[in-house]
């Protein structure tokens, strides 16, 4: 049977496509934008049929009608990592969530360890061989297309066709709906004078030549503006985004210094613009690979010079990085932070930066303090931990003592807190 009529004879409307899902069947979703929103669409409106079904993602953009504490015994979100859509129900207990590094998730799906009976994700139009893209969302969704009793993809003329190990064969699909809506743009974080400052003192350590790895939210986009001027940096991350593009256009990218897969930039989920997504499509200089590629810290580290950039909620004057929880409360997750900051410390004259604000609710709180607030989900742990940044200066404190990282932090903290931090840091004999 010809390419084409496969094609045909798999499309479904979605109502009809999400039949392929039985009881007690583990969804399998592709990161942010990834999310097919008219098979999930289909799913929050029939969730009444089911029992025990789970949809598990990480990062939802869109909070559809299965997130719903009444209906979690037929539909229930299992994150990887909260989101807007996801945080309420985590911090209430009716979305469930499995704890991860992002670089293992692959492994764990491979494993039987978490279940892929189905995947729904978004896909690019199918090409002349008969292959989709899963360019928006490749992460572990790659390692559930291997696993999966079916696979239903959502076509859509706005997903672009990227290269890279992102590919599904139409032989390998179980049922296909054509969508035409615009691929959801997520913007750039608002930067206020903090996080400017905090970027310049990152921005003024990373050389020319460098790899970057460069996380989501308005300090690592902050960073990524003050580096216009810079030359020849490559891109080696887990994101793409609009940051990562005025970095190309700006012709501060040219990958060509890379010491590993030089002339491409490598990524394993893109969360931007329309401009960003038509800027991946059919791009040579771009390949989107699962996150056991993108996020492995030996692969990652083959970059000499790679630079990690990733943002924290609070750290202690160990160094310990409480960078997913306010306490015990959840708010995001692990992702990609230990991932990048462990490849970063193996890489060649590699940088690991950890960035934050001094303070939080308009300075009354310190975010560098003595122990982590009771609870708080440890993120990058005080032996990965390199170099962390505030609006006041950089503290190096790998390879330093108990007390050498008290002082550091402390003369980085907010100066309306160095006294008491001082103070506390003697109570605890560490200074």
């Given at each position: 049977?010809?390419?084409?009529?496969?094609?045909?004879?798999?499309?479904?409307?979605?109502?009809?496509?999400?039949?392929?899902?039985?009881?007690?069947?583990?969804?399998v979703v592709p990161t942010g934008v990834g999310e097919p929103p008219a098979l999930l669409t289909a799913l929050s409106e029939q969730r009444l049929r089911w029992r025990d079904v789970k949809v598990g993602q990480i990062l939802p953009v869109r909070k559809f009608g299965y997130f719903d504490p009444e209906t979690v015994e037929h539909v229930r979100h299992v994150s990887f990592f909260f989101g807007a859509a996801s945080r309420a129900g985590?911090?209430?207990?009716?979305?469930?969530?499995?704890?991860?590094?992002?670089?293992?998730?692959?492994?764990?799906?491979?494993?039987?360890q978490i279940p892929a009976d189905v995947v729904f994700a978004m896909a690019s139009p199918m090409d002349q061989h008969g292959y989709f893209s899963l360019s928006l969302g490749t992460d572990y969704t790659m390692a559930a297309v291997a696993k999966a009793r079916a696979i239903?993809?959502?076509?859509?003329?706005?997903?672009?066709?990227?290269?890279?190990?992102?590919?599904?064969?139409?032989?390998?699909?179980?049922?296909?709906?054509?969508?035409?809506?615009?691929?959801?743009?997520?913007?750039?974080?608002?930067?206020?004078?903090?996080?400017?400052?905090?970027?310049?003192?990152?921005?003024?350590?990373?050389?020319?030549?460098?790899?970057?790895?460069?996380?989501?939210?308005?300090?690592?986009?902050?960073?990524?503006?003050?580096?216009?001027?810079?030359?020849?940096?490559?891109?080696?991350?887990?994101?793409?985004?609009d940051g990562i593009l005025t970095l190309i256009e700006s012709g501060a990218v040219t990958n060509r210094r890379k010491t590993?897969?030089?002339?491409?930039?490598?990524?394993?989920?893109?969360?931007?613009?329309?401009?960003?997504?038509?800027?991946?499509?059919?791009?040579?200089?771009?390949?989107?690979?699962?996150?056991?590629?993108?996020?492995?810290?030996?692969?990652?580290?083959?970059?000499?010079?790679?630079?990690?950039?990733?943002?924290?909620?609070?750290?202690?004057?160990?160094?310990?990085?409480?960078?997913?929880?306010?306490?015990a409360v959840p708010y995001s997750g692990t992702g990609g932070q230990s991932d990048f900051v462990r490849a970063a410390n193996r890489s060649r004259d590699g940088k690991a930066f950890i960035v934050l604000p001094s303070t939080a609710k308009d300075d009354s709180i310190s975010r560098i303090v003595p122990t982590l607030t009771p609870g708080a989900h440890v993120s990058t742990s005080k032996n990965d931990i390199n170099y962390v940044v505030t609006e006041h200066g950089v503290a190096q404190l790998r390879g330093k003592s108990a007390k050498q990282r008290a002082q550091a932090l402390i003369q980085i903290a907010h100066p309306v807190f160095r006294e008491e931090l001082t103070a506390q840091a003697r109570q605890l004999n560490l200074l």
């Open positions: 049977m010809s390419i084409q009529s496969q094609y045909q004879q798999k499309r479904r409307e979605a109502i009809d496509a999400v039949s392929v899902v039985r009881d007690g069947d583990f969804i985590g911090q209430a207990g009716w979305v469930d969530f499995i704890p991860s590094y992002f670089s293992e998730m692959p492994t764990l799906i491979e494993r039987g239903v993809l959502e076509v859509n003329p706005n997903v672009p066709f990227a290269f890279g190990a992102c590919h599904v064969h139409i032989s390998q699909v179980s049922a296909l709906v054509e969508s035409g809506e615009a691929v959801m743009e997520v913007g750039l974080p608002k930067i206020g004078p903090v996080q400017q400052a905090i970027g310049k003192y990152v921005a003024d350590m990373i050389d020319d030549g460098s790899t970057l790895q460069i996380g989501y939210g308005g300090i690592p986009d902050a960073v990524v503006m003050q580096l216009t001027a810079k030359r020849d940096l490559g891109i080696h991350t887990e994101m793409i985004g590993f897969m030089p002339g491409r930039m490598v990524a394993t989920f893109a969360l931007g613009s329309n401009k960003l997504y038509r800027f991946m499509d059919r791009n040579p200089a771009l390949e989107m690979h699962p996150v056991d590629f993108t996020n492995d810290p030996y692969v990652a580290s083959r970059n000499d010079n790679l630079v990690a950039i990733n943002a924290t909620l609070q750290i202690d004057l160990l160094g310990q990085c409480g960078s997913e929880s306010l306490g």
